[in-house]
């Protein structure tokens, strides 16, 4: 298991911007941090949570479709260094942000893995941080 440490969170307004951030420890990879996915998933008061964005170890991003367009990630290897920058946020985007690690895809339980889209496909995220609160309010 790995540490992941996030920042970023705040309240911003609907309408506006911020980024966060998450590194990632590199006690405990198995692997050259470059082969990781990174992902961040989100969960908003009394929902569950959901996935997000996935940065890929090739540099393949992919989302889910409700923030298509408004946010980015990316990832700076050198500095086991993951961001997520968002745009455009609306109250629907609260909630606490989560950055996780892993190194598969594939068929999971329900509850399991990283999802960006309903169905059993998932990022089977290793390791998790505990989360920065993003709260969109005017």
């Known amino acids: 298991v790995v540490e992941l440490v996030e920042s970023g969170g705040e309240t911003v307004q609907p309408g506006g911007s911020l980024r966060l951030s998450c590194v990632v420890s590199?006690?405990?990879?198995?692997?050259?941090?470059?082969?990781?996915?990174l992902g961040w998933a989100r969960q908003a008061p009394g929902k569950e949570r959901e996935g997000v964005a996935v940065i890929k170890g090739d540099g393949l991003t992919v989302y889910r479709e409700s923030v298509q367009g408004r946010f980015t990630i990316s990832r700076d290897n050198a500095k086991r260094t993951t961001f997520l920058e968002m745009s455009k946020v609306t109250p629907d985007d609260t909630g606490v942000y989560y950055c996780?690690?892993?190194?598969?895809?594939?068929?999971?339980?329900?509850?399991?893995?990283?999802?960006?889209?309903?169905?059993?496909?998932?990022?089977?995220?290793?390791?998790w941080g505990n989360g920065t609160l993003v709260t969109v309010s005017s």
């Open positions: 590199e006690v405990g990879l198995v692997a050259p941090f470059h082969v990781y996915s």
């Open positions: 996780a690690a892993g190194l598969t895809y594939g068929m999971y339980p329900a509850g399991r893995g990283l999802r960006l889209e309903p169905g059993p496909w998932a990022y089977g995220m290793d390791s």
